[in-house]
Protein backbone atom coordinates (compact mmCIF):
# COMPACT_ATOMS: atom_id res chain seq x y z
CA UNK A 1 0.00 0.00 0.00
CA UNK A 2 1.49 3.41 -0.58
CA UNK A 3 2.34 5.99 1.51
CA UNK A 4 -0.17 8.77 2.94
CA UNK A 5 1.68 11.66 1.76
CA UNK A 6 1.58 10.35 -2.12
CA UNK A 7 -0.54 10.78 -4.77
CA UNK A 8 -1.66 7.51 -4.41
CA UNK A 9 -2.91 7.53 -0.73
CA UNK A 10 -3.10 5.06 1.82
CA UNK A 11 -3.82 4.71 5.31
CA UNK A 12 -3.34 7.43 7.80
CA UNK A 13 -3.04 7.13 11.79
CA UNK A 14 -5.96 8.17 13.44
CA UNK A 15 -7.09 12.02 13.10
CA UNK A 16 -3.98 12.28 10.86
CA UNK A 17 -5.44 13.54 7.58
CA UNK A 18 -3.33 12.96 4.55
CA UNK A 19 -2.96 16.24 1.95
CA UNK A 20 -4.96 16.74 -0.68
CA UNK A 21 -4.60 15.37 -4.11
CA UNK A 22 -4.47 17.54 -7.72
CA UNK A 23 -5.60 15.86 -10.51
CA UNK A 24 -6.40 16.59 -14.33
CA UNK A 25 -9.63 17.56 -15.58
CA UNK A 26 -9.83 14.84 -17.88
CA UNK A 27 -9.29 12.38 -15.59
CA UNK A 28 -11.51 13.38 -13.12
CA UNK A 29 -14.27 13.12 -16.09
CA UNK A 30 -13.44 9.61 -17.15
CA UNK A 31 -13.53 8.54 -13.45
CA UNK A 32 -17.17 10.42 -13.02
CA UNK A 33 -18.05 8.40 -16.24
CA UNK A 34 -16.85 5.12 -15.00
CA UNK A 35 -18.93 5.60 -11.71
CA UNK A 36 -22.49 6.65 -13.06
CA UNK A 37 -21.95 3.20 -15.27
CA UNK A 38 -20.69 1.58 -12.11
CA UNK A 39 -23.86 2.65 -11.07
CA UNK A 40 -26.04 1.65 -13.44
CA UNK A 41 -24.34 -1.40 -13.82
CA UNK A 42 -25.52 -2.66 -10.35
CA UNK A 43 -29.35 -1.04 -10.35
CA UNK A 44 -30.17 -3.57 -12.92
CA UNK A 45 -27.62 -6.41 -10.79
CA UNK A 46 -29.77 -6.18 -8.04
CA UNK A 47 -33.14 -7.61 -10.52
CA UNK A 48 -31.04 -11.23 -10.13
CA UNK A 49 -31.67 -14.48 -8.57
CA UNK A 50 -28.93 -13.20 -5.08
CA UNK A 51 -30.91 -13.53 -2.54
CA UNK A 52 -30.38 -11.90 1.20
CA UNK A 53 -30.20 -15.71 2.48
CA UNK A 54 -27.41 -16.65 0.41
CA UNK A 55 -25.02 -14.91 2.94
CA UNK A 56 -26.65 -15.82 6.21
CA UNK A 57 -24.47 -18.84 7.22
CA UNK A 58 -20.74 -18.44 9.03
CA UNK A 59 -18.77 -18.59 12.01
CA UNK A 60 -17.32 -15.89 11.74
CA UNK A 61 -18.13 -12.35 13.40
CA UNK A 62 -21.68 -10.97 11.79
CA UNK A 63 -21.66 -7.82 9.35
CA UNK A 64 -24.64 -6.02 8.60
CA UNK A 65 -24.17 -3.72 5.54
CA UNK A 66 -25.81 0.05 5.36
CA UNK A 67 -25.83 1.20 1.49
CA UNK A 68 -26.35 4.41 0.45
CA UNK A 69 -29.11 6.74 -0.57
CA UNK A 70 -31.28 5.06 -3.66
CA UNK A 71 -29.16 2.02 -3.14
CA UNK A 72 -30.48 -1.34 -2.43
CA UNK A 73 -28.20 -4.07 -0.18
CA UNK A 74 -27.24 -5.75 -3.65
CA UNK A 75 -24.49 -2.41 -4.01
CA UNK A 76 -22.77 -3.81 -1.50
CA UNK A 77 -22.29 -7.78 -2.82
CA UNK A 78 -18.77 -7.44 -3.86
CA UNK A 79 -17.93 -6.45 -0.24
CA UNK A 80 -20.48 -9.06 1.10
CA UNK A 81 -18.95 -11.87 -1.06
CA UNK A 82 -15.55 -11.29 -0.20
CA UNK A 83 -16.58 -11.55 4.04
CA UNK A 84 -18.90 -14.43 3.22
CA UNK A 85 -16.30 -16.39 1.52
CA UNK A 86 -14.00 -15.48 4.79
CA UNK A 87 -16.70 -17.66 6.95
CA UNK A 88 -18.56 -14.34 7.87
CA UNK A 89 -22.54 -14.24 8.36
CA UNK A 90 -23.65 -11.38 6.56
CA UNK A 91 -27.08 -9.80 7.25
CA UNK A 92 -28.80 -7.02 5.27
CA UNK A 93 -31.66 -4.82 6.10
CA UNK A 94 -34.30 -4.90 3.71
CA UNK A 95 -36.72 -2.60 6.02
CA UNK A 96 -34.29 0.22 4.46
CA UNK A 97 -35.79 -0.48 1.11
CA UNK A 98 -34.06 2.35 -0.94
CA UNK A 99 -32.79 4.32 1.95
CA UNK A 100 -34.35 7.95 1.45
CA UNK A 101 -35.50 8.25 5.25
CA UNK A 102 -33.87 10.19 7.60
CA UNK A 103 -30.40 9.12 9.14
CA UNK A 104 -32.19 8.69 12.69
CA UNK A 105 -34.96 6.57 11.67
CA UNK A 106 -32.90 4.72 9.94
CA UNK A 107 -30.48 4.49 12.54
CA UNK A 108 -33.09 3.13 14.60
CA UNK A 109 -33.84 0.16 11.99
CA UNK A 110 -30.12 -1.07 12.48
CA UNK A 111 -30.04 -1.04 16.46
CA UNK A 112 -33.53 -3.09 16.28
CA UNK A 113 -32.18 -5.57 13.69
CA UNK A 114 -29.25 -6.19 15.93
CA UNK A 115 -31.30 -6.82 18.65
CA UNK A 116 -34.15 -8.80 17.20
CA UNK A 117 -31.42 -10.71 15.61
CA UNK A 118 -29.24 -11.09 19.22
CA UNK A 119 -26.36 -10.08 17.35
CA UNK A 120 -23.40 -8.85 19.10
CA UNK A 121 -19.59 -8.00 18.21
CA UNK A 122 -20.94 -6.76 14.91
CA UNK A 123 -18.96 -5.02 12.41
CA UNK A 124 -21.25 -2.84 10.24
CA UNK A 125 -19.76 -2.36 6.75
CA UNK A 126 -21.49 1.06 4.93
CA UNK A 127 -21.79 3.20 1.45
CA UNK A 128 -21.92 6.62 1.75
CA UNK A 129 -25.17 7.42 4.09
CA UNK A 130 -25.05 4.31 5.51
CA UNK A 131 -21.59 4.99 7.10
CA UNK A 132 -23.74 8.02 8.76
CA UNK A 133 -26.42 5.89 10.05
CA UNK A 134 -23.57 3.69 10.97
CA UNK A 135 -22.51 6.49 12.96
CA UNK A 136 -25.63 7.53 14.49
CA UNK A 137 -26.25 3.88 15.70
CA UNK A 138 -22.79 3.41 17.07
CA UNK A 139 -23.64 6.55 19.46
CA UNK A 140 -27.09 5.30 20.86
CA UNK A 141 -25.81 1.29 21.03
CA UNK A 142 -27.04 1.14 24.85
CA UNK A 143 -25.90 -2.63 24.82
CA UNK A 144 -22.89 -1.87 22.64
CA UNK A 145 -23.71 -4.48 19.88
CA UNK A 146 -21.68 -2.85 17.58
CA UNK A 147 -17.47 -3.29 17.19
CA UNK A 148 -16.78 -1.48 15.23
CA UNK A 149 -17.31 -0.24 11.59
CA UNK A 150 -15.46 0.26 8.10
CA UNK A 151 -17.33 3.36 5.95
CA UNK A 152 -16.96 3.53 2.46
CA UNK A 153 -17.09 7.17 1.06
CA UNK A 154 -19.15 8.63 3.99
CA UNK A 155 -19.95 12.19 3.71
CA UNK A 156 -18.84 12.89 7.43
CA UNK A 157 -18.14 16.45 6.63
CA UNK A 158 -21.23 17.14 4.41
CA UNK A 159 -20.88 17.60 0.69
CA UNK A 160 -20.71 21.14 -1.29
CA UNK A 161 -23.42 19.39 -3.49
CA UNK A 162 -26.00 18.91 -1.45
CA UNK A 163 -27.12 22.32 -1.16
CA UNK A 164 -28.01 21.92 -4.85
CA UNK A 165 -29.89 19.14 -4.50
CA UNK A 166 -33.79 19.02 -5.44
CA UNK A 167 -35.29 16.97 -2.85
CA UNK A 168 -34.95 17.31 1.26
CA UNK A 169 -33.74 13.57 1.50
CA UNK A 170 -30.23 14.58 -0.25
CA UNK A 171 -30.30 18.60 1.06
CA UNK A 172 -29.05 16.58 4.31
CA UNK A 173 -26.01 16.14 3.45
CA UNK A 174 -24.79 19.76 4.14
CA UNK A 175 -22.61 20.01 6.43
CA UNK A 176 -25.04 22.61 8.46
CA UNK A 177 -27.77 19.96 8.30
CA UNK A 178 -28.61 19.58 12.13
CA UNK A 179 -28.26 15.75 12.25
CA UNK A 180 -24.84 15.59 10.38
CA UNK A 181 -23.77 18.85 12.36
CA UNK A 182 -24.92 17.10 15.77
CA UNK A 183 -22.75 13.70 14.61
CA UNK A 184 -19.92 16.03 14.29
CA UNK A 185 -19.42 16.19 17.62
CA UNK A 186 -19.55 12.96 18.29
CA UNK A 187 -16.06 12.24 18.47
CA UNK A 188 -15.92 8.95 20.97
CA UNK A 189 -16.66 6.42 18.68
CA UNK A 190 -14.30 7.53 15.84
CA UNK A 191 -11.43 5.58 16.95
CA UNK A 192 -13.60 2.18 16.19
CA UNK A 193 -14.38 3.86 12.49
CA UNK A 194 -12.26 2.84 8.89
CA UNK A 195 -13.19 5.29 7.01
CA UNK A 196 -12.01 4.16 3.47
CA UNK A 197 -12.13 6.77 0.21
CA UNK A 198 -10.90 7.22 -3.25
CA UNK A 199 -8.70 10.04 -4.73
CA UNK A 200 -11.51 11.67 -5.73
CA UNK A 201 -15.49 11.18 -5.01
CA UNK A 202 -18.03 11.81 -7.74
CA UNK A 203 -20.48 12.98 -4.98
CA UNK A 204 -18.36 14.20 -1.84
CA UNK A 205 -15.36 16.98 -3.31
CA UNK A 206 -14.73 17.18 0.06
CA UNK A 207 -13.63 13.78 0.73
CA UNK A 208 -14.37 11.32 3.69
CA UNK A 209 -11.52 12.09 6.24
CA UNK A 210 -12.96 11.25 9.91
CA UNK A 211 -10.83 12.96 12.85
CA UNK A 212 -10.11 10.10 15.17
CA UNK A 213 -10.65 7.31 12.67
CA UNK A 214 -8.40 5.12 10.78
CA UNK A 215 -8.33 7.05 7.40
CA UNK A 216 -7.57 5.13 4.55
CA UNK A 217 -7.63 6.98 1.07
CA UNK A 218 -6.98 4.75 -1.97
CA UNK A 219 -5.83 5.62 -5.34
CA UNK A 220 -9.10 5.36 -6.72
CA UNK A 221 -11.48 8.16 -8.20
CA UNK A 222 -15.38 7.62 -7.87
CA UNK A 223 -18.10 7.10 -5.29
CA UNK A 224 -19.77 4.23 -6.40
CA UNK A 225 -16.76 1.94 -8.27
CA UNK A 226 -14.82 1.96 -4.93
CA UNK A 227 -17.18 -0.93 -3.67
CA UNK A 228 -15.25 -3.00 -6.26
CA UNK A 229 -11.79 -2.41 -6.14
CA UNK A 230 -9.88 -5.34 -4.46
CA UNK A 231 -8.27 -2.89 -2.24
CA UNK A 232 -11.31 -1.70 -0.74
CA UNK A 233 -12.38 -5.60 0.52
CA UNK A 234 -8.37 -5.93 1.36
CA UNK A 235 -9.41 -3.46 3.95
CA UNK A 236 -12.74 -4.46 5.09
CA UNK A 237 -11.20 -7.89 5.37
CA UNK A 238 -8.28 -6.60 7.78
CA UNK A 239 -11.20 -4.97 9.76
CA UNK A 240 -12.33 -8.06 10.78
CA UNK A 241 -8.59 -8.93 12.41
CA UNK A 242 -9.32 -7.82 16.52
CA UNK A 243 -6.25 -6.82 16.44
CA UNK A 244 -7.39 -3.46 14.50
CA UNK A 245 -10.25 -2.72 17.08
CA UNK A 246 -7.42 -2.23 19.78
Do not use: C
Amino acid sequence: MTDPTTPGGGPTDAGRVAPPVRLPLLRRAGWAALDWWYAIRWQVRSLGPTTADDYRDGDGQPVVVVPGVYETWHFMRPLMDALHDRGHPVHVLPVLRHNVRPVPQSAREVLATLEELDLHGVLLVTHSKGGLIGKYAMTHDDDRRIDRMVAVSTPFGGSGWARLAPVPHLRAFRAADPVLAALGRELEVNTRITSVYGVFDTLIPEGSELAGATNVRLPVGGHFRILGDPRTRTEVLAATDPARSA
